[in-house]
């Protein structure tokens, strides 16, 4: 294996430190724990596992975590209820909307009803915006997590070629618009994107997020590039990302692992959110 492995263990653990301290600080200030409300619809499994992560990180550095769960058949003004009223609520600091939803239910009529200071993971039009203009704003977290670790690992963008491979709100797009931000060179693939491979070995940073196994590998990476995994897929209870891992560290000079990687901080990043407000 020629790449260095971009754990982030050791940021994690600063960051959770942090945290667990402003978790504190915040309980001593208002008398009760910082809670975060968690919606689902559904049963996906990935969902699940999120949800889970995020769960535990909240225990661990002592936020309050509650789920509010629905089945696949919720009618979407129920939901979007939902969302509206936990976001009125001065006891619940962020509320994050677990994606993805039923076929039925309009992401975005969901998303829409959060108010943006309680929209933690930046899903809705107004965090979007801003993240667009420049301005302060909650950034979806693994897009916030990948600009972390890159910092973290003293891997500056500016100048740099980055291709993002998947074209989400809540992952290729707002990673595109911070890579931008940072002045690096950007361009945005997706499932149609002709001859795929010539681009992306033209990145020298990659940021992968198809939410489909292995689909980056090895002959689509320049050598000497930085691979970013933000794919977090639930196949037969283990958890694989979006990169064919084995191969792409071959070629790679720097990737990140899944399981750890980004998934982790993207946790902690969330909770970074809710804590300290948008950035
Ligand atoms: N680490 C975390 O905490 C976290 C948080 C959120 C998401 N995720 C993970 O990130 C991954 C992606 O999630 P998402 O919400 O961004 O997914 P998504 O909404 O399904 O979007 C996937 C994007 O990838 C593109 N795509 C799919 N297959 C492709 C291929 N073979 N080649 C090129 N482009 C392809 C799609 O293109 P089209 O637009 O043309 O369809 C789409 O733009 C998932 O594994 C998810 O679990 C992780």
Redesign the pocket.
Known sequence: MVATILHGRALAETLRERLTEEAARYAHVYGRRATLALVSAGHDP?AAL?AG?VARSCQRIGLDCQMRSFDDDVAEAALRETVARLGERDDIQGVVVL??LPPHIRQRVVTEALAPEKDIDGLGPRNAGRLLHGLASYV???AD?ARELLRDAGIALKGKTAVV????????KPAALLFLRARATVTI?????PD?AALTRRADVLFA????PG?ITADMVKPGAVVLD????AVAGRVV??VDFEGVAEVAEAITPVPGG??PL??LVLIRHALLGPS
Do not use: E, F, I, W
């Not at 491979?165 to 290729?172: E, I, L």
């Not at 693939?189 to 994107?193: I, Y």
């Not at 933000?230 to 897929?233: D, I, L, R, T």
């Open positions: 990935t999120y992560q994606l993805p979806p977290s693994t997590a491979v998947g074209r989400s709100n809540v992952g290729g693939c997706h499932s149609r994107t795929l997020s198809t939410g489909r689909s933000a794919g977090m897929n990302g979006d980004l998934g993207t946790n």
